[in-house]
């Protein structure tokens, strides 16, 4: 159990006379907001409850989240210049179409809810965002102030903000929570603070740091955030790398250049397949001399070619050949070869 972190409490937070008097309360999934987090359903009828109505709930859940947050603080109108982003990045970069429809989203309607920022920790007059990083970001495109609440926040406190706040929403997708979860343990955050800000137990806390550790950031970097691929296919994935030298063909994968023309869930397609095709296992071909001495047999693997000597049938046939390999290779050479 994630030990309990907060805020000030509001007076809807005050302990009720239940609570004071000594009746244990029931323990909160989410420390800092003591907001509930249903556990999601892996049947069919989990599937179905992802459908508008869950959807619906985890944005009302969101704006709960930001409504506590903000509850009873000034907002102010922030140059978006002087607002960094935060410490700890969890976003993988959106496609310049849906920055684009976000920001003009902002343009149409305007910025209805602030965003949280506090003033940083480093740098004065500067302010570094707990969460509204999409909102900022359209800000500064359109070149207008960001409305936003200062609140004094702890690392503690930004990053539990910044994960409930996403996890609310559901806008992370699973390799983005995934590395989220990696960065914040490499900050040295302990596991019930991380646990705190994705609102997960600590068996989904070791699989996400699990699959974001192992597979490379590169290939992750490469795929993006693919948000049609979830933990099962992730760690498909994590294990098809551990297999032979599939690190290495996963890097000829996604250097490619038609790759990158993909888009992030076609991405990851490509790469998770092109690793699950196996190269169909080679059979020695014998190689006999003209006496009929099968001396040595030849096998070839994707670029590969391997001899082996017998040195039953032929004794030190090897060897003879080994000495002579430079001599071989200068006449390889000087064919043009």
Known sequence: MARKISFELTPEEMPTPETATGTPAPKANRPLLGLERTIKQSSALGAISQSL???SEKVKRAEEIEQKLIEGQVI??????????????????ATEELNAAFREMIREHGQAVPILVRPHPQLPDRY?????????????????KVRAVVRELTDEQLVIAQGQENSGRTDLTFIERARFAARLEERKFTRETIMAALGVDKAALSRLISIATRVPAPLIEAVGPAPGFGRVRWQELME?????????????????????DLDTDKRFEALYNGLRVRETRARPETWSAEDGTRA????????KLTLTFDDRAAPQFGDFVRERLQALYDEYKAGGS
């Open 53 to 55: 109505g869950g959807i």
């Open 76 to 93: 102010v109108d922030l140059e978006p210049s002087f607002v960094d982003a935060s410490f700890i990045r969890d976003r993988m970069d």
């Open 128 to 144: 570094e965002v707990a969460f509204g990083h999409r909102r900022l970001r359209a800000a500064r495109e359109l070149g207008i």
């Open 240 to 260: 098809l790398l551990d297999e032979g030298e599939n690190r290495i063909r996963a890097q000829e994968i996604v250097t490619k250049a038609s790759f990158a």
């Open 296 to 303: 040595a047999r030849v096998m070839r693997t994707g670029k």
